[in-house]
T-cell receptor
Framework: GQQLNQSPQSMFIQEGEDVSMNCTSS?????WLWYKQEPGEGPVLLIA?????ELTSNGRLTAQFGITRKDSFLNISASIPSDVGIYFC????????????FGEGTQLTVNP | DSGVTQTPKHLITATGQRVTLRCSPR?????VYWYQQSLDQGLQFLIQ???????AKGNILERFSAQQFPDLHSELNLSSLELGDSALYFC?????????????FGSGTRLTVV
């Protein structure tokens, strides 16, 4: 079953606001990934994190790999309507090869 | 277009039936992964193949099976279907069977069992 706890489950924000979501686990992960899924599509990779403490940006998105290796967060700055979708965190463990464990997702709604 | 092709996009079938979902990985990718996404379970890993061989198994039911062919496309077979099997089934691919670069997902097959 799921090992990643993602929060919040949903967010309703106004255009221009910043957004923050996070993912925690009781287990250590050696890679953290953030995906976005839009209706009718598969998840698309946004950011990949490979080292504890790493902070990586992709445009208005910034993600960090927690120092304990048990958590990660994603920030979206100055949100726009096309940011709408479900954001998933995913982790990869040393013992699981390339298999990913996914969080339950954060549904983001941006009001213009 | 992600480069990972899944067919069909939608499938409606009756309980007890058997269906086959097909996936063509991105050019150059040797690994194929199957995930099930249902409303109450999120994305659940089912099975992984690398260059024709099974590499990892997740929460895949005995009624489900998969294979990867020499041309690297993969098929997921679901049999004795139950209402609870209704879900989105995603295929993803990656270059290697190890490594941490993330996957590329297809657009999924929406299975509805009635």
């Amino acid at each position: 079953g799921q090992q990643l706890n993602q929060s919040p489950q949903s967010m309703f924000i106004q255009e221009g606001e910043d957004v923050s979501m996070n993912c925690t686990s009781s287990s250590i992960f050696n890679t953290w990934l953030w995906y976005k899924q839009e209706p009718g599509e598969g998840p698309v990779l946004l950011i990949a994190l490979y080292k504890a403490g790493e902070l990586t940006s992709n445009g208005r998105l910034t993600a960090q790999f927690g120092i304990t290796r048990k958590d990660s967060f994603l920030n979206i700055s100055a949100s726009i309507p096309s940011d709408v979708g479900i954001y998933f965190c995913a982790g990869q463990q040393e013992t699981s090869g390339s298999r990913l464990t996914f969080g339950e997702g954060t549904q983001l709604t941006v009001n213009p | 277009d992600s480069g990972v092709t899944q067919t069909p996009k939608h499938l409606i079938t009756a309980t007890g039936q058997r269906v086959t979902l097909r996936c063509s990985p991105r050019s150059g990718d040797l690994s194929v992964y199957w995930y099930q996404q249902s409303l109450d379970q999120g994305l659940q890993f089912l099975i992984q193949y690398y260059n024709g061989e099974e590499r990892a198994k997740g929460n895949i039911l005995e009624r489900f099976s998969a294979q990867q062919f020499p041309d690297l496309h993969s098929e997921l077979n679901l049999s004795s279907l139950e209402l609870g099997d209704s879900a989105l089934y995603f295929c993803a691919s990656s270059v290697a069977d190890r490594g941490n670069y993330g996957y590329t997902f297809g657009s999924g097959t929406r299975l509805t069992v009635v």
